[in-house]
């Protein structure tokens, strides 16, 4: 069982050793991550069949793998991030594994942009998201550009009447169809510069948010995207991320910086699956 391996520590903390000591230790424990079912599976299987998933995912709570980036004060696993990087590569070596690991077997972490909210908003939305499966994505990207929210960012929210007034298209939001929460980065003023950005957290099911059809891409099929459109959007005052306006540059950075590592990771386990094949 992982949460009983010597080396579980390794990947959850610090204990003295240097970074190529504590991946070569936390090898041990990689070979708990790779998925039983994974050879019964076709070769291009991109979702797991009900009754196989929930028998992963209890697996993967008993060993002490369930939501890997989330603080364990908070129901996670509460990975540091060699260890999430350890996971992240592990898990791609799985055909069903590229960016979404084990197809769900593993939680569904909340964005980690999520934590730098309330203490009210973290039990609100992280918790449930980490306890029952509650999926919560990120919507930066738009039209104009993803990459640099600062200048790039044209959807706008409002305050009026003690509420925001959200209106704006998000592009290529990845699994937007089964989202339960957004978490929405959106311009609060005119000025081209970070600390115009906020962060908002918005239930896929408010007034005046509509999808978009899936996008049609070549590959990570169970990855779906597709458009956010936010048509005169109304969410409390109590939805703005941590209360503050201007954290949604350090927010969306927070969230790309580590999504880039785990992005990466992913790629070298793909790499050495293809090299061993």
């Given at each position: 069982?992982?949460?009983?391996?010597?080396?579980?520590k390794?990947?959850?903390?610090?204990?003295?050793?240097?970074?190529?000591?504590?991946?070569?230790?936390?090898?041990?424990?990689?070979?708990?991550l790779?998925?039983?079912?994974?050879?019964?599976l076709?070769?291009?299987?991109?979702?797991?069949?009900?009754?196989?998933?929930?028998?992963?995912?209890?697996?993967?709570?008993?060993?002490?793998?369930?939501?890997?980036?989330?603080?364990?004060?908070?129901?996670?696993?509460?990975?540091?991030?060699?260890?999430?990087?350890?996971?992240?590569e592990?898990?791609?070596?799985?055909?069903?594994?590229?960016?979404?690991?084990?197809c769900?077997?593993?939680?569904?972490?909340?964005?980690?942009?999520?934590?730098?909210?309330?203490?009210?908003?973290?039990?609100?939305?992280?918790?449930?998201?980490?306890s029952?499966?509650?999926?919560?994505?990120?919507?930066?990207?738009?039209s104009?550009g993803?990459?640099?929210?600062?200048?790039?960012?044209?959807?706008?929210?409002?305050?009026?009447?003690?509420?925001?007034?959200?209106?704006?298209?998000?592009?290529?939001?990845?699994?937007?169809?089964?989202?339960?929460?957004?978490?929405?980065?959106?311009?609060?003023?005119?000025?081209?510069?970070?600390?115009?950005?906020?962060?908002?957290?918005?239930?896929?099911?408010?007034?005046?948010?509509?999808?978009?059809?899936?996008d049609?891409?070549?590959?990570?099929?169970?990855?779906?995207t597709?458009?956010?459109?936010?048509?005169?959007?109304?969410?409390?005052?109590?939805?703005?991320?941590?209360?503050?306006?201007?954290?949604?540059?350090?927010?969306?950075?927070?969230?790309?910086?580590?999504?880039r590592?785990?992005?990466?990771?992913?790629?070298?386990?793909?790499?050495?699956?293809?090299?061993?094949?």
């Amino acid at each position: 069982m992982w949460a009983a391996c010597p080396n579980s520590k390794v990947l959850r903390g610090g204990c003295g050793l240097s970074c190529s000591q504590r991946y070569r230790a936390g090898q041990d424990g990689r070979r708990s991550l790779r998925a039983p079912l994974e050879d019964r599976l076709p070769h291009d299987a991109y979702e797991l069949p009900a009754d196989q998933l929930r028998t992963l995912q209890e697996k993967a709570r008993a060993i002490g793998l369930w939501c890997v980036r989330t603080p364990a004060e908070y129901g996670g696993a509460g990975l540091n991030l060699l260890g999430q990087a350890v996971f992240a590569e592990e898990s791609a070596r799985c055909r069903m594994g590229a960016y979404v690991p084990g197809c769900g077997a593993f939680g569904a972490d909340p964005p980690n942009a999520i934590y730098m909210g309330s203490e009210y908003q973290i039990q609100k939305y992280a918790v449930p998201a980490a306890s029952v499966g509650k999926k919560v994505y990120v919507a930066i990207s738009e039209s104009s550009g993803g990459a640099d929210p600062a200048r790039s960012i044209r959807t706008r929210a409002v305050r009026r009447d003690g509420r925001y007034v959200l209106n704006g298209t998000k592009r290529y939001i990845t699994n937007a169809p089964i989202a339960g929460l957004f978490s929405v980065m959106a311009r609060t003023a005119p000025e081209r510069k970070a600390s115009s950005i906020s962060c908002f957290l918005v239930d896929a099911g408010t007034p005046g948010v509509t999808l978009g059809k899936p996008d049609k891409k070549m590959g990570q099929a169970g990855a779906l995207t597709c458009d956010v459109i936010f048509d005169n959007c109304r969410v409390p005052a109590s939805a703005l991320l941590g209360g503050e306006e201007g954290n949604g540059f350090r927010t969306a950075m927070r969230v790309l910086d580590k999504g880039r590592l785990h992005i990466s990771a992913l790629c070298v386990g793909i790499a050495e699956r293809l090299i061993r094949d």
